[in-house]
């Protein structure tokens, strides 16, 4: 006679996969997340290759603003704000892009740090619209892309906050 199973009823069930799946809310909001980022990405790209036309736009600007400057000094202002902005959003970018694996396992606090990054995100693409940005009509892929990308940011931050995203959140907390 073979010795018999011991009972499987005091085993440990496998961990349900619901608490370690996002819903697809979050999914969606991680993936606009990380669209908007590759979309601000694209628009530091075409930033970067319209530079020497930027720089020109922005010289006009400082010497319209103070005539007595010297050359040295208004292409030392330009460059900073050229590369200041630029920097300034690549950062904000960053971030954001790093926030999106936490807020993808469950981890509340990227949701509140990602409230932050809009926010200085908002500030870059400000930035972003005055400095890498001009008068003319018609589309102007840095600043249009950066706006998209902020909007983009904006509904992931939403779509993380609501109700099924929320609750799911609250159940991760619960079961560590």
Do not use: C, K, Y
Not at 72 to 92: H, K, N, P, S
């Amino acid at each position: 006679m073979r010795p018999t199973r011991p009972e499987m009823s005091n085993a440990v069930p496998p961990p349900i996969m619901r608490e370690h799946t996002p819903p697809p809310l979050l999914r969606v909001a991680g993936g606009a997340e990380l669209l908007g980022v590759v979309t601000g990405a694209v628009s530091l790209v075409f930033a970067f290759l319209d530079r020497e036309a930027r720089l020109d736009d922005l010289r006009e600007t400082a010497r319209s603003l103070d005539s007595q400057m010297e050359a040295a000094r208004v292409d030392e202002v330009v460059l900073i704000a050229l590369w200041g902005t630029m920097g300034a959003f690549a950062l904000v970018l960053l971030v954001q892009a790093l926030l999106v694996g936490p807020l993808l396992r469950g981890q509340g606090w990227a949701r509140w740090a990602l409230l932050g990054t809009v926010v200085l995100n908002a500030g870059a693409v400000l930035l972003v619209l005055a400095f890498l940005g001009n008068d003319s009509p018609g589309f102007q892929p840095a600043p249009h892309l950066a706006v998209a990308q902020l909007l983009l940011a904006v509904v992931a931050l939403v779509l993380s906050l609501l109700p099924p995203a929320s609750r799911w959140f609250r159940e991760r907390r619960a079961s560590r």
